[in-house]
Nanobody, 122 residues
Framework: QVQLVESGGGLVQPGGSLTLSCAASGSIFRINTMGWYRQAPGKERELVATITSTASTNYADSAKGRFTISRNNAKNTVYLQMNSLKPEDTAVYYC????????????????WGQGTQVTVSS
């Protein structure tokens, strides 16, 4: 089993900043891609940003120029630095990781965190 635990959400004023963290643990052989997704009330879950093990990144248009994704491979941790936050960034943010697990035989995994609430409001 692979577990993801997010932290860093909260309430912030428009224009403010937050940094989310997500740590993966368990029977991990290798993590390929880690990413952040978000889901606002009444909307579908959407991609925010992803990062590969070689630090190649991909951002949603809404995140470009404001959000920065990074990771620490030694700690199996991914971060999302969010600047210039807007009310429309309000959502539950979910961490995702995919790779190979090593519980007995090596096999693929795709894991999600429990989500962390980000609220942007004055």
């Amino acid at each position: 089993q692979v577990q993801l635990v997010e932290s860093g959400g909260g309430l912030v004023q428009p224009g403010g900043s937050l940094t989310l963290s997500c740590a993966a643990s368990g029977s991990i052989f290798r993590i390929n891609t880690m990413g952040w997704y978000r889901q606002a009330p009444g909307k579908e879950r959407e991609l925010v940003a992803t990062i590969t093990s070689t630090a190649s990144t991909n951002y949603a248009d809404s995140a470009k120029g404001r959000f920065t994704i990074s990771r620490n491979n030694a700690k199996n941790t991914v971060y999302l630095q969010m600047n210039s936050l807007k009310p429309e960034d309000t959502a539950v943010y979910y961490c995702n990781a995919e790779g190979l697990r090593a519980s007995g035989l090596i096999g693929p995994f795709n894991a999600w965190g429990q989500g962390t609430q980000v609220t942007v409001s004055s």
